[in-house]
């Protein structure tokens, strides 16, 4: 069934948009501008019902980016005006429309699948970018063969002075699986002082601002459907860093990030999404001499984690958040055990082999400068 027909009025391009039942999306694109053609580089940003954040945001993202990449913004089937704002306000912005509403990676992969380009930027749409952002992350992409991503520093758009929760510096994992970055511990925050100004290897970059290898997306999988929002991009690092990519952060480059704009921080919904990937993240990509006893003190903990929540305003929905997350995880468990073929699991260098709840909680260190960087894998 043809679904869709636009004609951007920016360029000479015409994209067909096909839709095969709910779940089956094919874009066949036809693109002769001869600026496209120059351009190696697609920013590409994702947007649902994100209307007053374009409007924010997406100015400063066309007069930085311009000059070195064609910009996308992929439209998860928005209610609101955010197609006749992209049409009447920023007509250079190419638009791809989505038959519904596939998350955070499911609309990413149906939307990479019709851009064509070197090199992918996957950009929040609430990110303000700064001048010369894209230049020092693409300029090491050449010089590293290996490096498959690679992340900004990200500070907090509200406090400039301060990094963001979602990447700040640069992500990493302990070997429980649990998440935390080069300048963001948990709930503690640090102030950007340029401690973190040396690039680094990390183990996972940023969804918020994704740079990454087209041939290396693809060739991984792209971000996995199932995990809808939150995680995915820690998971498609993971698997990268099986098949022997390197990660990096580039400190030259920054962006500013709002946070939030899809789920509250305290929503139960991103309780649940973070404790179900979580667990599918670890269940994919650890090798099987540590997935069971890894699992195994993961669920005490989870379980311990619910509880906790009950102390908290509103706490019982996020118990049952929990509760629901690993209801979901016990149902996927065939399905997503069956990934592991592709996600090759290895050992992979930057887990830190140490508990950062201990480390946090017990032995108070609450900045990543702290972390002993000999339990660094390498």
């Not at 190696?40 to 000059?67: D, K, M, Y």
């Not at 503690?188 to 969804?207: C, K, M, R, V």
């Not at 041939?215 to 199932?226: N, R, T």
Request: include cysteine; glycine fraction near 6%; hydrophobic fraction near 40%.
């Amino acid at each position: 069934m043809l679904r869709k027909i636009y004609q951007n009025p920016a360029s000479s391009g015409v994209l067909v948009l096909l839709s095969y039942t709910n779940h089956c999306i094919y874009f066949f694109q036809f693109f002769v501008s001869e600026i496209q053609g120059m351009k190696n580089t697609a920013v590409v940003i994702l947007n649902w019902n994100g209307a007053a954040l374009l409007r924010r945001f997406l100015p400063s993202v066309i007069e930085h980016s311009r000059q070195e990449a064609t910009i996308w913004v992929a439209d998860n089937a928005s209610t609101d005006e955010s197609i006749q704002i992209l049409q009447s306000e920023f007509p250079e912005v190419q638009i791809l429309q989505l038959d519904k509403n596939y998350g955070f990676a499911g609309g990413y992969n149906r939307a990479l699948q019709a851009i064509k380009a070197e090199y992918y930027v996957l950009l929040n749409s609430d990110v303000e970018v700064t001048p010369g952002w894209l230049t020092p992350i693409l300029r090491q992409f050449e010089l590293q063969p290996d490096l498959g991503a690679c992340q900004p520093i990200i500070r907090s758009w509200h406090h400039k002075d301060a990094f963001e929760y979602a990447g700040a510096a640069g992500g990493f994992i302990d070997y429980l699986g649990y998440p935390f970055c080069r300048g963001r511990i948990f709930d503690t925050i640090e102030y950007d002082e340029g401690q973190y100004n040396t690039p680094l290897e990390i183990f996972w970059a940023s969804g918020a601002a994704f740079f990454v290898r087209s041939e290396v997306y693809h060739a991984c999988g792209g971000l996995d459907d199932e995990f809808f929002a939150h995680m995915e991009e820690i998971d498609l690092c993971w698997r990268m860093k099986n098949r022997g990519w390197k990660i990096t952060c580039e400190p030259q480059s920054i962006v500013y990030h709002v946070g939030g704009g899809t789920l509250h921080q305290l929503s139960p919904r991103k309780t649940f999404l973070n404790f179900r990937n979580n667990l599918n993240l670890l269940l994919k990509n650890l090798p099987a001499s540590r997935l069971i006893p890894i699992l195994f003190i993961r669920m005490v903990l989870d379980g311990l984690a619910a509880f906790a929540f009950l102390f908290q305003y509103k706490g019982h929905l996020h118990f049952l958040a929990v509760l629901k997350a690993h209801l979901h995880f016990y149902k996927g468990f065939v399905l997503h055990y069956k990934k592991r073929k592709q996600a090759q699991p290895a050992s992979v260098s930057q887990i830190y082999q140490r508990s950062i709840l201990w480390d946090y909680h017990i032995k108070k260190r609450k900045k990543f400068s702290q972390l002993p960087r000999r339990y660094f894998s390498s």
